[in-house]
């Protein structure tokens, strides 16, 4: 007995999903690792909340990037 799987629509919103994975986790640890740091040094807040968010940002980009290429390079 063969069992066919077929799947419609499109399959880059499910590679999205999965890609999304990787940036949450970066999210996590970089806003882990920033309170543990501020916790740790109180006195250096300023500059660990400043690294915090450049990463965020930079962790994010690769997010929405992640998103608008399927977009931007549509498959046949």
Known sequence: MSVLAEVTGNIGAIGYGLAAIGPGIGVGIIFGQGVQAIARQPEAYGLIRQNMLLG?????????????????????
């Open 56 to 76: 965020f940002v930079l962790t994010e980009a690769l997010a929405l990037i992640g998103l608008v290429a399927p977009f931007i390079y549509p498959s046949a």
